[in-house]
């Protein structure tokens, strides 16, 4: 069994309705974002290879391009822009072209944050 992964990184804006000192705040701001996409399985037998990864790269590159200095609120199925919903819109889009996909971390490395979607089941 192997564990292959790759990261990414991008830069987004976005709104959270929140409550911050009993008063209601909702402001524009951005984030430096760092996600993870973690594959694990049995190599091919004839490749060697969990997936080629020109074909991660290329479907990793299609989902950062679809986040990097955008604002998430314009996202339509992304919903609020949290860590929680960041890993699993993440999942969603590489599920079905990456075969052993296990885990999607999203970072906020600034402040210490990270969430991690691991799929259904």
């Not at 990184?9 to 008063?23: G, K, P, S, V």
């Not at 998430?72 to 960041?86: F, K, M, Q, S």
Request: charged fraction near 25%; aromatic fraction near 8%.
């Amino acid at each position: 069994m192997h564990e292959l992964s790759k990261q990414f990184r991008f830069e987004a804006a976005h709104t959270l309705q929140r409550r911050i000192d009993a008063e209601p705040s909702r402001r524009i701001h951005g984030h430096s974002y760092r996600a993870e996409v973690v594959l694990r399985g049995v190599p091919d037998a004839g490749s060697g290879m969990l997936i080629d990864l020109g074909h991660f790269a290329q479907c990793i590159g299609e989902v950062r391009e679809a986040l990097d200095h955008r604002f998430l609120d314009d996202i339509t199925d992304l919903g609020p822009a949290t860590l929680e919903n960041l890993s699993s819109w993440i999942w969603r889009r590489l599920a079905g072209a990456c075969p052993g996909l296990v885990r999607v971390s999203v970072y906020r490395d600034s402040e210490g944050d990270t969430c991690s979607y691991f799929g259904p089941g």
